[in-house]
């Protein structure tokens, strides 16, 4: 819906006109909300269980090799079948004068991303902290830019976004939290989250050495005959204008597509289980069924975009670039950011996963919101970026310190789905809209090269939703907002406590400082008043402090004198002139308390003031130190 309304109000607000092929949008629309019910639908069913039990499986049998094998396989092998990457590989190669090979670039991203999954498989299982990792990565990608050709470090900002696709995520999830669950002493929420960070990040690093090699050490290839990047967006608008045409032989060649795109994590499941662990999958037919279920809703998600939004979508990316007003720009990719996200199924199930696992502590919609509120901002700075020119570098290392320092100051439990948040928004939706925004302002704004500047809007895209999902988690912190386990128990505790004091009415049950316990003692304590001169009450706190007084309340007090008491009726509504000072300590203590007292302020000599005690009982709710006690 929000991405409906996006379209609708600059088509028909700011564009002023109405496509020719709003039916097929209207139909394509819902195909995507049938398409994106039913992969959820799958992956609850078939791909979580799956990679849940394969992770516990080889945790407990100890087998940290066939572990790390299996990570790199099912990032290597989901990565480089991604269509967005496929997609953004072939776009490079055409336009970057024959120097980048598209099937080359394939294949150092997603040797990169089985780097990655292994990488933090390992840190999963050695338990080590994530954000010493992160930020290392962090150092080793502002390093290599330092030494990587202009023409490549947008390029691969970028690919840090479009590994993680619709399927590896769920699955690569699944092993993180699998493991965290499995391994003793790992939490499922500070350790399970983390491995599609990972994959995001090695991407940037891996092709920028890539770039570094084809550019400063190999020519370039045949230069292929391609359009001008200007005609070629412009071709691109006029064609996708068009109506979508919808017949069975493009239906079953994107059902094909999608199955070849899940075939390379089923082919690396069933190996493993099969061959590997040598263990049946349980619940077969509902995994059968939950994998019929994915690719049966992706196809129907990935055809529905295409009739209802890509096409809709890179026309206006082209026809916003022809109105002499950056803010509209700014604002559609707000707007389209904030949308694409919230409707981004990786996003919607990893949402529901993070929730399920933190006891409900994280909200599952609330999380949504900050993630598409980052990319949302995300990608309008980076228009920004393009409109008004500037390196792309300088942008990201600020991002970067602004996360590193956050890192330092959120909660440790959001920490990791904040890093992770960063990988799970740039994919099926947000990519081709991105792209196409990033790429169409590049050739229509005058002195802007596509190469250098159209690529990057995704790693904005990518970085800002790990600054919004920590702030999130540090609002959270701050509103005291717990999991259901955690209320339950300060609800038990509360009872308990109840329990306790109506049973031990008799005795005095004392808070112990600092914790959420209390005891009931058969102890004496007293209550001291004194009543001194309010100019000289700060002298005598302080020497009841000294003899061992713990707390007191004051009140205020007003007094007459024998001689005052002959015309009381005129005096009663004096000011007040005394402080009552009530201490209530253990019944030991009285006596230094109130000799301090006397002492100090000579109450038994020339000074004025009253001091005197007497025993109390059923004491309830005083806060003593442990060491008081």
């Known amino acids: 819906m929000p991405i409906v309304l996006v379209i609708m109000f600059f088509q028909l607000a700011i564009i002023q006109s109405v496509p020719e092929n709003w039916l097929s949008t209207a139909l394509g629309l819902a195909i995507v909300g049938v398409g994106l019910a039913v992969f959820l639908l799958g992956l609850e069913v078939g791909i979580f269980p799956v990679g849940e039990g394969l992770a516990s499986d080889f945790a407990k049998r100890g087998s940290t090799l066939w572990i790390i094998i299996f990570g790199f396989m099912i990032g290597f092998g989901t990565t480089v079948a991604e269509p967005a990457l496929i997609v953004i590989a072939q776009k490079a190669a055409s336009i970057s004068s024959g120097r980048i090979d598209a099937t080359t670039l394939r294949m150092v991203v997603a040797f990169s991303v089985g780097f990655a999954i292994v990488l933090g498989v390992w840190r999963i299982i050695k338990g080590h902290p994530i954000h010493y990792y992160i930020i290392s990565g962090y150092i080793l990608v502002v390093a290599a830019t330092a030494f990587s050709p202009s023409e490549i470090v947008g390029l691969a900002y970028d690919l840090g976004g479009v590994t993680t696709s619709t399927v590896t995520v769920p699955l690569v999830a699944a092993l993180g939290i699998g493991l965290a669950s499995t391994i003793k002493g790992r939490d499922p929420v500070l350790d399970g989250f983390g491995l599609i960070a990972f994959a ?155 929730k399920e696992i933190s006891d409900g502590k994280i909200n599952d919609f609330v999380l949504r919101i900050f993630v598409a509120l980052g990319v949302a901002i995300g990608i309008s700075l980076g228009a920004y970026r393009i409109v008004v020119g500037g390196e792309i570098v300088y942008y990201i290392m600020a991002g970067y310190l602004f996360v590193i320092v956050l890192t330092f100051i959120a909660p440790k439990y959001i920490i990791p789905i904040a890093y992770d948040s960063g990988g799970v928004t740039t994919s099926t939706v947000t990519v081709p809209l991105v792209a196409a925004l990033g790429l169409g302002l590049a050739t229509n704004i005058e002195g802007r090269d596509p190469l250098i500047d159209g690529f990057g809007l995704i790693a904005f895209a990518s970085l800002f939703p790990m600054l919004t999902v920590m702030l999130y988690g540090v609002i959270t912190e701050k509103m005291g907002i717990k999991g259901e386990h955690e209320k339950e128990q300060i609800h038990m505790n509360e009872l308990r406590h109840a329990l306790e004091d109506a049973h031990n009415m008799g005795l005095s049950t004392i808070n112990i400082q600092g914790t959420d316990k209390r005891h009931s003692y058969d102890m004496p304590f007293s209550a001291v008043h004194v009543i001194v001169p309010k100019e000289k009450e700060d002298q005598a706190l302080l020497a009841a402090r000294a003899a061992g007084a713990r707390g007191v309340t004051i009140m205020p007090a007003h007094g007459l004198g024998l001689a005052k008491m002959d015309n009381f009726y005129n005096r009663l509504h004096e000011g007040t002139t005394d402080s009552n000072l009530m201490f209530i300590t253990q019944t030991k203590n009285v006596e230094a308390i109130i000799k301090s007292i006397i002492t100090e302020l000579d109450i038994t000599g020339e000074g004025a003031g009253i001091a005197y005690s007497y025993p109390i009982t059923n004491l309830k709710g005083l806060t003593l130190k442990l060491d008081d006690l």
């Open 200 to 354: 995001s990040l090695t991407p940037m690093i891996f092709v920028q050495f890539y770039g570094i090699a084809v550019y400063e050490f190999f020519e370039p290839s045949t230069l292929q005959t391609v359009l001008p990047l200007a005609e070629l967006s412009q071709e691109v608008a006029v064609d996708n204008a068009q109506h979508f045409d919808l017949n069975l032989l493009d239906i079953l060649k994107g059902l094909l597509g999608v199955m070849m795109d899940v075939l390379p994590i089923l082919a690396v499941i069933l190996f493993f289980q099969y061959i590997i662990i040598k263990k049946p999958i349980a619940n077969l037919k509902n995994v059968i069924i939950g994998f019929g279920l994915v690719i049966l809703g992706l196809d129907a998600f990935i055809v529905g975009l295409e009739m209802g939004l890509f096409s809709v979508g890179e026309t206006m990316a082209y026809e916003l670039t022809r109105y002499d007003n950056n803010i509209i720009i700014y604002s559609f990719g707000f707007f389209i950011g904030f949308s694409t996200t919230m409707a981004e199924p990786s996003l919607t199930a990893i949402a529901k996963k993070a």
